[in-house]
């Protein structure tokens, strides 16, 4: 997982945990404290919810076990060949779950023209139907930050159309500043921070996918 570089920014992430074991997930659990998702960590399911390949609002240990163990089993690769040959135990992440009111994407590329550019645009399963987005050169600025969320389609909803509480925008002005400091200094192909869910308390990245 990429966690730990966005950590290095400052980058605001679900409470988790990396595990092999299913002792492990119940201490997981336990400190991060119920619900949990947990996620199969494998470059063979790049999307989890059409695989079947995480376990969301888990709220207890009995339920953690059964996931857990299905997830193990989905993820379990042979060790070496014949009768010898053993089960490699499958990473597996323990996070909170704390479901936004609104899920948005934030990520980034580095263009072989223009250089690291920022994206910001409607996120969860809804990125590739909507192609709700809004891309800017690095490094931006916050009146650039303000102009990609105010051009998004959906911003009137994020406003608070309707009686709706609108989100912190401020919050999301600050991530997509550290997003551009992280493109800019650290060059990756690609970034997507999917879904940042937009939450009373913040905004808060549950997924991560780096590509160098």
């Given at each position: 997982m990429?966690f730990?570089?966005?950590?290095?920014?400052?980058?605001?992430?679900?409470?988790?945990?990396?595990?092999r074991?299913l002792?492990?997930?119940?201490r997981?659990?336990?400190?991060?404290?119920y619900?949990?998702?947990?996620?199969?960590?494998?470059?063979?399911?790049?999307h989890?919810s059409?695989?079947?390949?995480?376990?969301?609002?888990?709220?207890?240990?009995?339920?953690?076990?059964?996931?857990?163990?299905?997830?193990?089993?989905?993820?379990?690769?042979?060790?070496?060949?014949?009768?010898?040959?053993?089960?490699i135990?499958?990473?597996?992440?323990?996070?909170?779950?704390?479901?936004?009111?609104?899920?948005?994407?934030v990520?980034?590329?580095?263009d072989?023209?223009?250089?690291?550019?920022?994206?910001?645009?409607?996120?969860?399963i809804?990125t590739?139907?909507?192609?709700d987005?809004s891309?800017?050169?690095?490094?931006i600025g916050?009146?650039?930050?303000?102009?990609?969320?105010?051009?998004?389609?959906?911003?009137?909803?994020?406003?608070?159309?309707?009686?709706?509480?609108?989100?912190?925008?401020?919050?999301l002005?600050?991530?997509?500043?550290?997003?551009s400091r992280?493109?800019?200094?650290?060059?990756?192909?690609?970034?997507?921070?999917?879904?940042?869910?937009?939450r009373?308390?913040?905004?808060?990245?549950?997924?991560?996918?780096v590509?160098?």
């Amino acid at each position: 997982m990429d966690f730990a570089l966005l950590r290095r920014y400052s980058i605001p992430i679900l409470d988790y945990a990396l595990v092999r074991d299913l002792p492990s997930a119940v201490r997981a659990a336990q400190k991060i404290r119920y619900p949990v998702v947990l996620k199969l960590v494998s470059s063979r399911f790049l999307h989890k919810s059409d695989a079947g390949a995480l376990a969301l609002n888990v709220r207890d240990r009995a339920v953690l076990e059964i996931e857990f163990k299905r997830l193990a089993k989905m993820g379990g690769a042979k060790e070496g060949r014949g009768k010898a040959a053993g089960t490699i135990s499958p990473t597996i992440l323990v996070q909170a779950y704390r479901p936004g009111r609104f899920e948005l994407i934030v990520g980034g590329r580095t263009d072989p023209q223009f250089g690291p550019v920022v994206l910001l645009g409607s996120g969860g399963i809804y990125t590739e139907v909507l192609r709700d987005t809004s891309l800017r050169v690095c490094p931006i600025g916050k009146e650039e930050a303000r102009s990609m969320l105010h051009s998004l389609k959906s911003y009137p909803i994020l406003a608070g159309m309707r009686g709706r509480k609108p989100m912190d925008e401020e919050a999301l002005y600050a991530l997509l500043l550290r997003v551009s400091r992280l493109m800019e200094r650290e060059r990756p192909a690609e970034l997507d921070l999917n879904p940042v869910l937009v939450r009373n308390d913040g905004l808060w990245v549950a997924d991560v996918r780096v590509l160098k």
